[in-house]
């Protein structure tokens, strides 16, 4: 079972910035994908960014221009750069890893964007 344990969410003030770090317990090569989704209270999961095997990266419209998704194959990480972050972005941030047709989560971690 993959274990995905994420990091570095907090709280911010509009237009701040943070680093989204998630750690897994294996090789990201034995992932076909990993990503970020998001939880605001009252409202579905959606994805935030990806980033495929190949790197090939997409990221919700709501986002693109401000958030960077990367891949660290040394340190079996996927990171979530936000920039010019906005109350919007306030949710729990989820890591995820797709290994052929199963999803795989961490815990999550809180971002809160507030003045």
């Known amino acids: 079972q993959v274990q995905l344990v994420e990091s570095g969410g907090g709280l911010v003030q509009p237009g701040g910035s943070l680093r989204l770090s998630c750690a897994a317990s294996r090789s990201i090569f034995t992932f076909n994908a990993m990503g970020w989704y998001r939880q605001a209270p009252g409202k579905e999961r959606e994805l935030v960014a990806r980033i495929t095997l190949g790197g090939n990266t997409n990221y919700a419209e709501s986002v693109q221009g401000r958030f960077t998704i990367s891949s660290d194959i040394a340190k079996r990480a996927v990171s979530l750069q936000m920039n010019y972050l906005k109350p919007e972005d306030t949710a729990v941030y989820y890591c995820n890893a797709?290994?052929?047709?199963?999803?795989?989560?961490?815990?999550?971690?809180?971002?809160?964007?507030s003045s």
């Open 98 to 113: 797709v290994t052929g047709s199963l999803n795989n989560w961490g815990q999550g971690t809180q971002v809160t964007v």
